[in-house]
């Protein structure tokens, strides 16, 4: 008797990963649902396992694969992304099942031997390379940068699976495994929330591969992601395709993001006031405190955002530390096309709103109105201020979106 057991999604291909209820951190991105790690195995006549789990998963994957097949039955392995989220285990796996060949691409090879310093022999697949293994028909596809420079997907055309690694996922702990069994809203947040805290960065190389999967002409009647549930429905497939497009492109939309953080409540209603100015032309405002928004939500909200106002008191000639570490990060992960301004308070010295527009045009943010400096307690008078900052930068988004 198993605890766990494998999941049929096609005529041949069965899931076999394993579901981390408990993940809450991903190198830095909350993951507040948790993840999946999805392995898959396809059952033609000569087995091929795709992919492996984090290693502390290795049995939960192990015993889903022997619930369909003596894991040494399988014949090949083939590896789509060196991140040990997915190769944590290869090592064992290949000991365990001892395949006749592992796949991986070029740099996959190579990442894949300085992470684990083994040699078991691996062969480099080339992109667009068609390959049979057994009665399974194969594509590999480069897609490097998405998410690592070794990252490749690989379609499997006798069920028209595209395995595609990190793309298209989310991190979603559920046992409901594909796209349509799942909540739409969270959904849709998590797909998003992936894309800005993973991708953002490699916009550019998400464009190019979304340009070139047309021309390979694939059926692709699924996309099979290493994170979360699987798509199946053409309009989901449609969805996610036209969602990675809409955010490769960093188009936004009328909406703006006030993050800040406060030490005495005077950049609060600083905060406040100017996400008054901002809802009374109808434009959607975001306001995220410091003290209770995580990064990787803030940047979350930011990817279809069109302005991003930030605020911070000015303590010891900086900023507050957890305005530093968000600029950090947003910066890091290159949002565009954002109008945008700097607010906050001080007692005596007042640097960090310079601080932060500096920080913002290094960010290629249009610098829009004025900043706002006050000193220790905001008068009427000065929220009034804050307020017309807001409208400013509401009429001007609204230009840019006219
Ligand atoms: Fe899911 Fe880039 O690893």
Avoid at 46 to 52: F, K, Q, R
Avoid at 198 to 206: D, E, K, N, P
Avoid at 237 to 266: C, G, H, P
Avoid at 323 to 333: N, P, Q, R, T
């Amino acid at each position: 008797m198993t605890a766990f057991k494998a999941r049929k999604i096609s005529d041949n291909v069965y899931w076999v990963g394993a579901i981390d209820w408990s993940l809450r951190d991903f190198h830095g991105y909350r993951t507040s649902r948790g993840s999946t790690y999805n392995a898959y195995l396809i059952m033609g006549k000569e087995p091929v396992l795709i992919d492996t789990v984090k290693a502390a998963f290795f049995n939960e994957m192990m015993e889903r694969i022997r619930s369909v097949i003596e894991p040494e039955k399988i014949q090949y392995i083939i590896s789509n992304h060196a991140e040990m989220d997915h190769s944590g285990c290869l090592e064992r796996a290949i000991e365990a099942i001892q395949p006749k060949e592992v796949f991986a691409s070029k740099m996959g090879i190579s990442a894949l031997r300085e992470h684990f310093h083994f040699d078991q022999p691996i062969t480099a697949i080339t992109s667009g390379e068609e390959f049979m293994l057994g009665d399974a028909k194969l594509t590999a596809i480069e897609t490097r940068m998405l998410h690592w420079p070794d990252s490749m997907f690989t379609f499997y055309a006798n069920d028209g699976v595209l395995f595609s690694q990190d793309g298209f996922g989310m991190h979603l702990a559920t046992t409901k495994l594909f796209v349509d069994e799942n909540d739409p809203d969270i959904i849709h947040y998590e797909a998003g929330k992936y894309y800005a805290n993973i991708l953002l960065v490699y916009s550019s190389f998400t464009k190019r591969l979304l340009a070139s999967l047309p021309k390979l002409n694939l059926d692709i009647k699924y996309i099979a992601p290493d994170h979360g549930p699987i798509w199946r429905r053409p309009e989901d497939i449609r969805f996610i395709l036209e969602k990675w497009q809409e955010w490769a492109e960093q188009r936004y939309y009328n909406k703006a993001v006030i993050i800040y953080d406060t030490m005495w409540n005077s950049t609060a209603a600083m905060a406040n006031s100017i996400a008054e100015g901002i809802a009374e032309h109808g434009t959607t405002v975001k306001v995220m405190p410091m003290n209770g928004s995580h990064r990787s939500d803030i940047i979350t909200e930011i990817l279809d955002a069109g302005a991003l106002l930030i605020g911070s008191p000015t303590v010891n000639n900086q900023m507050f530390p957890s305005i530093a570490e968000v600029l950090c990060y947003i910066k890091g992960l290159k949002p565009l096309n954002l109008i945008g301004q700097a607010f906050g308070s001080y007692g005596w010295s007042g640097e960090a709103v310079k601080l932060i527009q500096d920080e913002l045009q290094h960010m290629q943010v249009e610098l829009t109105g004025e900043p706002i400096n006050i000193k220790y307690v905001p008068e009427n008078s000065d929220l009034a201020k804050c307020r017309e900052l807001g409208s400013t930068i509401a009429t001007e988004l609204a230009k840019k979106l006219s």
